[in-house]
C-alpha cells in the first residue's frame, strides 16, 4: 500500500513560480516511476510528465516542457514538480501517481496510486 499527498499549491500570478511536493509512504519508494497529472472541471485529465524510480530520467507533456521540471528525493520518498513561467490556463488541481513509463509515456496501470490533489491557482 502507498499513500502519496500533494502540497504546495496556491495562487500566484502569472508569470510566477510554485514547487509541488508529493510525499509517499512507500517501504520501497525508489521502485516506482512517478507521474503528475492536472485536471480541470470539465476536462480530460492531462498527464504533465514523470521521472523513473531509479535513474532519475525524465519525459514531459510539449504543454509544459521547458517550464516544468520533475525530480525526486528518494531519501526523502518525495516526488517534486516545479513549475515556472505560470499561464491561467495552468490553474488546476494537480496529482501525483505512481506511473509506469512505456515508450517515453506516462501510463497509469491497474492497481496505481493517486494523491488527493493541490489547487494551482494562476491570476492574469
Known amino acids: 500500500q502507498v499513500q502519496l499527498a500533494e502540497s504546495g499549491g496556491g495562487l500566484v500570478q502569472a508569470g510566477g513560480s510554485l514547487r509541488l511536493s508529493c510525499a509517499a509512504t512507500a517501504r520501497t519508494f525508489s521502485g516506482f516511476a512517478m507521474g503528475w497529472f492536472r485536471q480541470v472541471p470539465g476536462k480530460e485529465r492531462e498527464a504533465l510528465g514523470c521521472?523513473?524510480?531509479?535513474?532519475?530520467?525524465?519525459y514531459y507533456a510539449d504543454s509544459v516542457k521547458g517550464r516544468f521540471t520533475i525530480s525526486r528525493d528518494n531519501a526523502k520518498n518525495t516526488v517534486y514538480l516545479q513549475m515556472d513561467g505560470l499561464k491561467a490556463e495552468d490553474t488546476a488541481v494537480y496529482y501525483c501517481?505512481?506511473?509506469?513509463?512505456?515508450?517515453?509515456?506516462?501510463?497509469?496501470?491497474?492497481?496505481?496510486?493517486w494523491g488527493q490533489g493541490t489547487q494551482v491557482t494562476v491570476s492574469s
Open positions: 521521472i523513473s524510480g531509479n535513474d532519475g530520467s525524465t
Open positions: 501517481a505512481t506511473v509506469l513509463i512505456v515508450q517515453e509515456a506516462c501510463v497509469l496501470y491497474d492497481g496505481h496510486y
